[in-house]
């Protein structure tokens, strides 16, 4: 069962411009929800996360948007660089941290 | 502050050859993760543990894999005997609260 669901396997936006990924869930009992970001033959690196009881948090030109009523999120970077040029998750997790759930990613091309 | 370490960061088998995986997580972070990432997918939990206690293993096939994380710091993933359909990527977390921080994986091709 897919809980954590990133529909667009890729994005390609114009340097400067901004990029946003999106990210549904199903499961009502997930507390709180974390970007990722990973380059080719690394790990998945922490990005920016959110809790449940928060629908805005932003961090330099990343911020994350929570509706929880819509069971949406979404990241917004802006400006766009080249060298945010990854794949993102989205993933998600119960109280206590327990079974997080990871979205398939969304490859993210920044054009220069 | 040195990160999760994984070893080997690549590994080619045969089927039916046994294989194992290593980490070494942050120091001090006492939960530890083993995922499974197959190509154009997110990670998938096999199984999380606190400190020495596998907390949540659901996932493993216990057929053929296996784990453990003795004095509660490193941990060895198994797989045997691998099949074909173990190839992926195998990465390792640690935590002390909600943020995971993966190691760079292990690549497994089963031939």
């Known amino acids: 069962d897919q809980q954590v669901k990133q529909n667009s396997p890729s994005l390609s936006v114009q340097e400067g411009r901004i990029s946003i990924l999106n990210c549904d869930y199903t499961?009502?009992?997930?507390?709180?929800f974390l970007w990722y970001k990973k380059y080719p033959a690394e790990g998945p690196t922490f990005l920016i996360s959110i809790s449940s009881i928060k629908d805005k948090n932003e961090d330099g030109r990343f911020t994350v948007f929570l509706n929880k009523s819509a069971k949406h999120l979404s990241l917004h970077i802006v400006p766009s660089q080249p060298g945010d040029s990854a794949v993102y998750f989205c993933a998600a997790s119960g109280r206590n941290n327990n079974d997080m759930r990871f979205g398939a990613g969304t490859r993210l091309t920044v054009k220069p | 502050e040195a990160g999760v370490v994984q070893s080997p960061r690549y590994k080619i088998i045969e089927k039916k050859q046994p294989v194992a995986f290593w980490c070494n997580p942050i120091?001090?972070?006492?939960?530890l993760y083993w995922y499974l990432q197959n190509l154009g997918q997110g990670p998938e939990l096999l199984i999380r543990?606190?400190?020495?206690?596998?907390?949540?293993d659901s996932q493993l096939p216990k057929d053929r894999f296996s784990a453990e994380r003795l004095k509660g710091v490193d941990s060895t993933l198994k797989i045997q005997p691998a099949e074909l359909g173990d190839s992926a990527v195998y990465l390792c977390?640690?935590?002390?609260?909600?943020?995971?921080?993966f190691g760079p994986g292990t690549r497994l091709t089963v031939l």
């Open positions: 120091s001090g972070h006492n939960t």
């Open positions: 977390a640690s935590s002390l609260l909600y943020e995971q921080f």
């Open positions: 543990y606190e400190n020495e206690e596998a907390v949540d």
């Open positions: 499961n009502s009992m997930f507390d709180y």
